[in-house]
């Protein structure tokens, strides 16, 4: 059965009506009449087809429920018109999902770790540049610093890469992901990965080494934390019998669990103590994460050196002679609400000899590629000589801690332990060079190289007899 508008059924009954009319007012002959009511019923059934196919009306619902409440930004449906100009008797519904969380590798090479934070070595595998990431957890505090990730990878390993944007990009903020909570490395001590003999280093930073140690303590359980070491290695610490010979640094990371993981994260203060033979021997409080025993650049620590300091402690214990001997540690982490932590470890020193003799040889070798000119204008080498018999470098050598510093602040710090000593590593003696169009006109820590400003190459020498020296150089970049 068809159905019939009443607009159509209108007019065919007063066409009928009308042909009716027609034939009683003028009657006409029988086969004029038959042929007239064919007309008639031709007629109709052409609009009653017509009727059919073009004007059966559509059933569209005036409203569908979502199963879910739309969230306004990724759920609220888009209409979007037909491309006809006229009105469009339905509509096209499109739905804008978020996409799904996802991180690339953007460094030439960038390790995969078991825990958040360079201590945890080995490296689980290496990635490659453009390698896709899917991100799952987040640590805001890694071992010894910095933001982590934790990812999968395409054949679903599961591991943690650093989420400093000069590794990896993500599509999304790491913070907002899970936090995760990791116990720390079994030995927190970093492997110095050599760089291979290349004209020019890779933009990576190198890893500083440390150690990293829980101290004990008590108080607020809700404080957690841990005590960083810069620029020691495993072997040259132990927390079982810490000595220091020649210089003391340390740092404290902490954080109250209920406001956070991020270093600082509730905490107003933490005052360092440090007590020997004679009482008393230091004093400080920070209140800037992060927080450094003799205070300096945040993190970045200054460094306590013995020979510098003609052995004596800090104002405004300054009277008082660093010698050797039992030492001890407290430290009070304060809050913004709640109970203090206190933390606690003993250490010693030795070899504290002041005035003690030495043959100690240091010099800058190289600024640029074969100069030692005060003035660089395309690569930088920095490169030190460092000997106790004045011949042979290297001799009688520890370490050299080789330092950049800008305007601004540190830009690169290498610790150096084979001859020749280079700021940016190398085959030995080859330095590697810094070309600075090839580093985007950047340092390793990612700071724009200034050009016109002064910058001053600094190298602590450490002998194995325990004695220290310092060679400085002012240059300026053109």
């Not at 960038?110 to 080995?122: C, D, F, T, W």
């Not at 580093?439 to 002064?454: R, T, V």
Request: overall charge negative.
């Amino acid at each position: 059965m068809r159905l019939q508008s009443p607009s159509y059924r209108f007019a065919l009954l007063c066409l009928t009506l009308f042909l009716a009319a027609c034939n009683s007012a003028n009657p006409t002959p029988e086969p004029d009449r038959i042929a007239t009511e064919v007309a008639v019923q031709r007629t109709a059934a052409a609009i009653l087809t017509a009727e059919a196919t073009t004007a059966t009306p559509t059933l569209t619902p005036a409203s569908v429920e979502p199963t879910s409440p739309p969230s306004p930004a990724t759920d609220t449906p888009t209409l979007t018109p037909t491309n006809d100009n006229t009105p469009s008797t339905t509509a096209t519904a499109t739905v804008e999902t978020a996409a799904t969380p996802a991180c690339a590798v953007v460094a030439s090479s960038l390790n995969l770790r078991s825990g958040p934070g360079v201590a945890y070595e080995p490296p689980v595998t290496t990635l490659v540049r453009d390698a896709l990431l899917i991100p799952i957890g987040f640590s805001a505090v890694g071992y010894p610093g910095g933001q982590w990730v934790q990812v999968q990878t395409p054949d679903n390993q599961t591991g943690w890469v650093s989420a400093d944007p000069q590794f990896v990009t993500c599509n999304i903020d790491p913070a907002t992901l899970p936090p995760i909570s990791v116990p720390p490395p079994p030995t927190a001590t970093p492997t110095l990965t050599p760089i291979p003999a290349q004209p020019t280093p890779t933009l990576s930073p190198t890893p500083e080494s440390f150690v990293v140690f829980e101290p004990p303590g008590g108080g607020n359980d809700n404080i957690d934390g841990y005590v960083v070491f810069s620029g020691y290695s495993q072997g040259q610490l132990n927390f079982d019998d810490l000595v220091f010979r020649d210089r003391l640094v340390f740092r404290v990371v902490a954080f109250d669990k209920n406001v956070g993981q991020t270093d600082g994260a509730g905490i107003d203060s933490v005052y360092f103590k440090i007590l020997g033979d004679q009482g008393t021997v230091h004093e400080r409080t920070e209140r800037t994460p992060g927080y450094c025993v003799f205070g300096g650049g945040e993190p970045t620590c200054e460094v306590w050196n013995f020979t510098e300091h003609n052995y004596h402690w800090p104002e405004p214990f300054q009277h008082q002679s660093i010698t050797n001997g039992d030492y001890s540690v407290q430290i009070t982490i304060t809050p913004d609400e709640g109970d203090s932590a206190n933390w606690n470890f003993d250490f010693k020193i030795e070899d504290a000899v002041e005035g003690q003799a030495s043959n100690l040889t240091a010099y800058i070798v190289q600024t640029g590629p074969n100069s030692d000119a005060d003035v660089v204008s395309e690569a930088l080498i920095f490169q030190v000589f460092a000997s106790t018999d004045g011949v042979n470098d290297g001799a009688g050598i520890d370490r050299v801690d080789m330092r950049i510093i800008g305007p601004d602040g540190e830009v690169h710090q290498r610790t150096e332990q084979s001859a020749a000593y280079c700021a940016f590593s190398g085959g030995e003696p080859d330095c590697n060079v810094w070309n600075f169009a090839e580093n985007n006109y950047q340092w390793p820590n990612g700071d724009s190289i200034e050009f016109g400003d002064e910058y001053l190459l600094q190298a602590i020498v450490h002998a194995e007899d325990g004695s220290s020296t310092t060679v400085e150089m002012d240059i300026q970049i053109q």
